[in-house]
């Protein structure tokens, strides 16, 4: 079955900065990749996804980035603001299952 | 429409225990699932549903139990609570199709005392 690890697991920049956030993935049939955001005590929501078909999608200052062929993909946030601290789980979807597999998280906080 | 719901949002149960955590949607989706979230930790997947009457387990099936007699229900049976069972349990909807967003619910957390 398909496995997710995600790093890194806390990441603090400065405001203002960009963060980055990497994920890989072990089964090669995989060809969905969702990113959630997590506030505190609230519900994980969707803030971007991509397709195996697709290298890159941007909306507004966040990104991911698809690497198919080292089964990895990754989330870059630009120009951090303090409502970006959050945790934020990468996933990974099998292209003949419906299960969605998620990594640990990542703990994003923003510097002042 | 009110989205994913579960109740209850907060419970404690005794060791060897059972409980069922509720969950229904008004969204009609078919695919429906239970994570549950340890502190500091991801979401892993325990079973999930593809529609009415089909169900499969995930990631950490052991210990719970799940139905799905109706498109809008999907109750997470745990029987004979165990302190590792300790967690916020998340059930989420989604559609079949292109629109892949998982729509959650608020969360249940369940303490095994």
């Known amino acids: 079955g398909e496995n997710v690890e995600q790093h890194p697991s806390t990441l603090s920049v400065q405001e203002g900065d960009s963060a980055v956030i990497k994920c890989t993935y072990s089964d090669s049939a995989s060809n969905y990749f969702p990113w959630y955001k997590q506030e505190l005590g609230k519900r994980p929501q969707l803030i971007i996804d991509?397709?195996?078909?697709?290298g890159e999608k941007k909306d507004q200052r966040i990104a991911v980035t698809l690497n198919k062929t080292a089964k990895h993909f990754s989330l870059h946030i630009t120009e951090t603001q303090p409502e970006d601290s959050a945790v934020y789980f990468c996933a990974a979807r099998e292209s003949s299952a419906s299960k969605i597999i998620f990594g640990s998280g990542t703990r994003l906080s923003i510097r002042p | 429409n009110a989205g994913v719901t579960q109740t209850p949002k907060f419970r404690i149960l005794k060791i060897g225990q059972s409980m069922t955590l509720q969950c229904t949607q008004d969204m009609n989706h078919n695919y429906m699932y239970w994570y549950r979230q340890d502190p500091g930790m991801g979401l892993k997947l325990i079973y999930y549903s593809v529609g009415a009457g089909i169900t499969d387990k995930g990631e950490v099936p052991n210990g719970y139990n799940v139905s799905r007699s109706t498109t809008e229900d999907f109750p997470l049976r745990l029987e004979l609570a165990a302190p590792s069972q300790t967690s916020v349990y998340f059930c989420?909807?989604?559609?079949?199709?292109?629109?892949?967003?998982?729509?959650f619910g608020s969360g249940t957390q369940l303490s095994v005392l």
């Open positions: 991509i397709r195996s078909n697709v």
């Open positions: 989420a909807s989604r559609q079949q199709g292109a629109e892949e967003k998982l729509f």
